[in-house]
Nanobody, 116 residues
Framework: QVQLVESGGGMVQPGGSLRLSCAASGSFFSINTMGWYRQAPGEERELVAA???????NYADSVKGRFTISRDNAKNTVYLQMNSLKPEDTAVYYCKLFTWGIQEYWGQGTQVTVSS
């Protein structure tokens, strides 16, 4: 059974920073992509950033230059450093581990609130 456990969410003022972590445990295919998605109330879930096990990353246009995704393959952990946070970044952030056509797992989500 694969588990993804997120941490690091919370409340921060505009312009502040947060760092999210997601640790994967269990048995899964080692060649994979880990990503962060977010869902605001009344909105569709959207990709924020993703990174392959080889280190290739991609970002949503709305977070480019502000967020940085990284991973530690030895720890099966992915991180999302979020800087210059804006109120529109407020959402539940979900971690996902997947390999196309083979596996897909989601974390339970962590709330990020950006408010003054």
């Amino acid at each position: 059974q694969v588990q993804l456990v997120e941490s690091g969410g919370g409340m921060v003022q505009p312009g502040g920073s947060l760092r999210l972590s997601c640790a994967a445990s269990g048995s899964f295919f080692s060649i994979n992509t880990m990503g962060w998605y977010r869902q605001a109330p009344g909105e569709e879930r959207e990709l924020v950033a993703a990174i392959t096990s080889g280190g290739s990353a991609n970002y949503a246009d709305s977070v480019k230059g502000r967020f940085t995704i990284s991973r530690d393959n030895a720890k099966n952990t992915v991180y999302l450093q979020m800087n210059s946070l804006k109120p529109e970044d407020t959402a539940v952030y979900y971690c996902k581990l997947f390999t196309w056509g083979i596996q897909e797992y989601w974390g339970q989500g962590t709330q990020v609130t950006v408010s003054s």
